[in-house]
């Protein structure tokens, strides 16, 4: 998939880190500005792809507006002085010659326009992506479009796009219902009333979570005495270190038992291990 194939405009990609994209953009030194230097400076900038196209850009013109310009009281034509002009139907190009029998004073202009599109793409499930580049020439049509050049084909010859694709940072959710998400948990309790300092293990699930506080609901099970295992809902905390966020959290959860349901209530301290990320 990232390697190049120039008749779809697909660039040879290649997935790098942040600090191997940073060592080739010292040692390339490629249209190094200072005041964009500045500007990364000031607002902290950091790489994400770079990419390197050579193009080649073939066409054939036909006619044109061509013209003379002759003295026309110059009897001897030997030292008249004869002017020659040409230019394209679009303006493009212009070769403009004052006499042609003298050399080395013709001078050809050119301006042309030339159209851009690059789309990234990255594959659903993973983090390999693809560049694709097309270069058209184009002209200002009298209502106010940029319109293609029929003739005018414009073929890739060499290529290169070099990215930084790192995965996405768990604790930032791009959509509230992101906020919403199963893990499992395992938990051993305390409880704190009715019955002080009885130890209970559980299994349960958490389903929601934000910014390392989430919300579980759990089964407490009493194998001292079955009627008493419960159902019980819960808010946990798992705390981070330098960025690492912990597998272990701790909470505090209300429950039921199943035996007496809604009619006997617990409080309790638990300490909950997630089961998968």
């Not at 009897?75 to 190009?93: A, E, M, T």
């Not at 389903?207 to 759990?218: A, D, E, P």
């Amino acid at each position: 998939m990232q390697s190049a194939n120039h008749e779809l405009g697909v660039l040879h990609s290649q997935l790098r880190s942040q600090d191997e994209l940073m060592k080739q953009i010292k040692k390339d030194k490629e249209e190094v500005d200072k005041n964009f230097e500045k500007f990364k400076k000031k607002h902290n900038l950091i790489i994400k792809s770079k990419d390197l196209t050579i193009a080649k850009l073939e066409q054939q013109i036909d006619g044109g507006n061509s013209g003379v310009d002759l003295d026309p009281s110059c009897d001897d034509f030997r030292k008249c002085v004869v002017g020659y002009s040409w230019s394209d139907h679009l303006g493009r190009f212009k070769l403009l010659d004052p006499n042609i029998f003298e050399p080395d004073n013709e001078v050809f202009t050119a301006n042309q326009l030339f159209k851009i599109y690059g789309e990234v793409w990255s594959q659903k499930d993973g983090s390999l992506q693809i560049r694709r580049l097309v270069l058209r020439e184009v002209y200002l049509g009298e209502d106010g479009e940029y319109k293609p050049i029929i003739d005018a084909k414009a073929e890739i010859v060499d290529s290169d796009f070099q990215y930084h694709n790192p995965p996405p940072d768990p604790r930032i959710k791009s959509s509230w219902l992101d906020l919403f998400r199963l893990r499992g948990i395992a938990l051993g309790s305390v409880t704190a009333f009715p019955d002080i300092g009885q130890t209970k293990l559980g299994l349960g699930l958490e389903f929601f979570s934000v910014s390392g506080f989430g919300i579980n609901t759990h089964t407490a099970l009493d194998f001292r005495n079955i009627k008493k295992t419960e159902q019980r809902l819960g808010v946990e905390y798992s705390p981070s270190i330098f960025g690492v966020d912990l597998n272990v959290a701790i909470g505090f959860s209300a429950g039921t038992s199943f035996m007496h349901m809604f009619k006997d209530y617990s409080l309790n301290v638990d300490v909950l291990f997630y089961l998968n990320n």
